[in-house]
C-alpha cells in the first residue's frame, strides 16, 4: 500500500525515466555495442574504449538504481508496505548494491588488469588484431611464456565473469521492476 498522498506525475515520470535509462544502457552496453566494437575494432583500441566506457556506465547504473530506490521508499513506507511492495524494495536494494560493488570494485579491477595486459602484449608486437579468436595462438603462447602475463590473463578471467554476472544480476533485477512498474502504472 502507498503512501496517503500519491506521487505526482513528476515524481512518477522521474521513476520511469531512472528505470529506463539503466535498462536502456544495460541492454545496448550488454547486447550490442559490446559485440559490434569486438567485431570491428582491435584488441587494444576496444579495450581502451571499454576501460573509459565502462566506468561511467557502471557509475551511471549505480545512481539510477539508488534513485529508484529512493523515490520508490519514499512513498512506500516500511509499515505500509505489502508483501510485494517490500519485495520490489529488496529488488530496488539488491539492484543498488550490485550495481555499486560492480562499479567500485570490480569493474575498476577489469579495467586495470586489461591495461597491464596489453603493455606486456604491447611488447610482442600484438594486439592489433581485430578481436581475439583471429590471433589466439599467439595469445595462448605469450600465456605459456610469460608468468605475469598468464596470471594477469586468470585474474582477468575472473574479474570479468564477476563483471558481467553483477551486470546481469541487475538486468534480471531491472526486468523485474519494469514488470511490477507495468502492474502498478498508477500507483509507481
Known amino acids: 500500500m502507498a503512501t496517503d498522498h500519491e506521487p505526482t506525475f513528476t515524481v512518477k515520470l522521474l521513476q520511469l525515466l531512472l ?17 559490434v566494437m569486438d567485431s570491428y575494432l582491435s584488441r587494444h583500441t576496444y579495450g581502451f574504449i571499454q576501460s ?26 516500511s ?18 548494491m550490485v550495481a555499486a560493488v560492480n562499479a567500485q570494485w570490480f569493474g575498476q579491477m577489469t579495467s586495470d588488469i586489461m591495461a597491464d595486459m596489453h603493455l606486456i602484449e604491447q611488447a610482442c608486437g600484438l594486439g592489433q588484431d581485430i578481436g581475439l579468436s583471429s590471433n589466439r595462438e599467439a595469445y595462448a603462447k605469450l600465456c605459456d611464456t610469460d608468468a605475469k602475463y598468464r596470471h594477469l590473463s586468470s585474474r582477468l578471467w575472473l574479474y570479468q565473469l564477476l563483471c558481467s554476472l553483477c551486470n546481469l544480476c541487475c538486468i534480471g533485477c531491472n526486468f523485474y521492476s519494469l514488470c511490477y512498474m507495468a502492474e502498478n502504472l498508477i500507483t509507481l
Open 79 to 96: 509499515d505500509l508496505l505489502n508483501e510485494r511492495e517490500a519485495f520490489q524494495i529488496f529488488i530496488f536494494f539488491v539492484s543498488v
Open 52 to 77: 573509459r566506457l565502462v566506468p561511467y556506465y557502471l557509475h551511471l547504473g549505480s545512481a539510477c538504481a539508488f534513485f529508484n530506490l529512493t523515490i520508490y521508499a519514499v512513498y512506500h513506507p
Open 19 to 35: 528505470l529506463s535509462t539503466y535498462w536502456g544502457m544495460q541492454i545496448w552496453v550488454t547486447f550490442v555495442s559490446s559485440f
